[in-house]
């Protein structure tokens, strides 16, 4: 049985939405962060070396890592469904973009949050830097969207699951303005009308009404 080991606001959102989308049978762990650290609680961590959110096990396989687990569970269970087959004239874009959320939108944003945090100026060089890589990040997703509906079509793809978590819930760590990018809004507004996507944050954090605003 496909069981997903979901930490309360993280990025293992990304896997109960996939679950969802995909209809398939999975159990659902839910584990709420430490109230003192937010970080992951004991037992969450004992189930890989690393300790971070998402894990999924199946069967013997425990497996972590956002991108690595959505090509596992597409490979396995997908039956061809969001993805975009090689013959496609748009299989780069939907490589480009599966790749992009863990390769530059969320580093960019985790750079951000660890400068605000450590209280480093908006003035000084390294801040500016970070912050100019960020609205980079954004406005490139800001004009792929006002394109199509969604990153790689104007359908929804895995390269959409990836991406969702660091324009939404990640704004809980870091708090950014989407005002700027107008198309992102109007594709989190599509995302949230999402059956699927609205089934996963009430099974996943019932208690968190999900930032798509």
Sequence with gaps: ???VHHL???????IVWLCEELAIPY???????????????VEYKALHPLGTAPIITDGDIVL???TAIVEY??????????????????FADYLYWFHFANGSLQPSLMRCMVLSRAEVADDKPTMQFAQARRKQALSLIDTQLGKTDYL??????????IAVFSLTTMRMFYS????????ILAYLQRIGARDAYRRAMKKGDPDMTPMLT
């Excluded at 569970?73 to 748009?90: C, F, H, M, Q, R």
């Excluded at 790689?152 to 699951?161: P, R, V």
């Excluded at 950014?176 to 198309?183: A, I, K, T």
Aim: no cysteine.
């Design 152 to 161: 790689a079509g104007n359908a929804l793809t895995a390269a959409d699951i």
């Design 176 to 183: 950014f303005d989407l005002s700027p990018y107008p198309n």
């Design 27 to 41: 159990e659902l762990k839910v584990y709420d962060r430490d109230p003192v650290t937010r970080l992951a609680p």
């Design 1 to 3: 049985m496909l069981i």
């Design 64 to 66: 972590a890592e956002s």
């Design 73 to 90: 569970i597409l490979a396995k269970y997908g039956n061809g469904s969001l993805t975009v087959p090689a013959t496609d004239p748009a």
């Design 8 to 14: 309360g606001k993280s990025q293992s959102e990304r």
